[in-house]
């Protein structure tokens, strides 16, 4: 095990698309949960953003890259878009 | 283990099952332990050891005024019933009490005495997977299965069809909540919860319990029951978070879990004549299947959408109805096993004929543990 940076690039490994929101999600249902593998190899959970929540805009091992989402002053949450110009 | 050394001598479950509006979770399980005990022909003051998972053990022995000498509150979501059997009978082997009850309870649906849901925000899954949105099992046991069905060409008919060939069993299981047949259009045209899976591939939420008795095997003849041996266990544990699973398309708790179960009963696929996979979702007998080594990897959906698991097939699977059609309480493994004693004894609703050997194989969590136990009607 050892501490390394990211790329920030990965694809799209599984989800779900919620149609069931938790709470404080009801404006965004439905809504993917999303397991991202990054480049380097970890698996992470996160959501999808720039993107139709729909199977059909969410093909298995899609390109992705990170992109971060100010929650408040303290917490931003890693999310994931469609990679700028596909596969890397 | 030895195989064979420790017997199933009680086994009940709640008088009622299903909607349980009147009773508490700890009444739940005193009804089943009570049930247990009157099939045995035993009282509380028999009892000398004490497993549960819901409840703290504490509780149940005071409630029904047990003193034990052992107590096992191992509590690894639904299959922790499998790990309290595998325990219960190397307690008995080591001579750490010689009649154990392991009961069950949960007010699933009517939350009557139920502590609430949710996990700490300091946990694991509450700092990296709880801030996407996921609200409960049916949004994240969930996630591995599109990643399947890519790997696998697993498609949405063959995991509608875990549902339909269930409630064929459900239909013969008078305590069963369904028992109207459904067909792949019904299940792909339910409610969709979150896709790929849709209302009749999630399990029920309702109301109930189960208690088992054990003792040794020496002791079993002295019963009123037909013993029901244990002959193999298993149990593992994996990742506290979906996400983490190291393969999305296996699982090692239940590889691990299975292969101990069938290396310690020294038997093979074939001598299995009825089998119990924990079902809390419709992709868990598919992973089961493969990962019990019953198919080879990614030809469980097909297996089972060909009819070799529904009544009168070769692999009688989930023959209760299973959590999709019969109960799902939130913790199954119990009633997985208590089906499993039914068929051995004989006395199952849809009773697999001449069946000797049975295995309940169960999960926990999202398939974060696993537990399997397998029974014989004989000894080995």
Known sequence: ?88 | MKPGSVAIVGAAETTKMGVIPDMSVIQLHADAALNAMADAGLKPSDIDGVATAGESPTNIAHYLGITPTWADGTSVGGCSFMLHVRHAAAAINAGMASTILVTHGESGRSRVGAGGWGQSPASLAGQFEAPYGPSGPPSMFTIPVLRYMQDTGLTHEQLAMVAVVQREWAGMNPRATFHDPITVEDVLNSRMIAYPFHLLECCLVTDGGGALILTSADRAKDFPTKPVYIIGTGESVETPMISQMEDFTSSKAFRVSGKKALDEAGISHSDVDHLMIYDAFAHLPIYGLEDLGFVGRGEAGAFIAEGNTRPGAKLPLNTNGGGLSYMHSGMYGMYALQESVRQMRGIAPAQVPGAKISIAHGVGGMFAASGTIIMSNERP
């Open chain 1, 1 to 88: 095990m050892a501490w390394f940076k990211a790329s920030g690039h990965g694809r799209l490994f599984s989800y779900v698309i919620n149609h069931r929101p938790a709470p404080g999600f009801q404006d965004e249902a439905p809504y993917a949960i999303a397991v991202v593998e990054l480049d380097e190899g970890p698996r992470m959970m996160t959501n999808l953003v720039d993107v139709e929540q729909t199977p059909e805009a969410l093909p298995i091992d899609l390109p992705l890259e990170v992109t971060f989402e100010q929650v408040n002053e303290d917490i931003s949450l890693p999310k994931f878009r469609p990679a700028a110009g596909g596969a890397q």
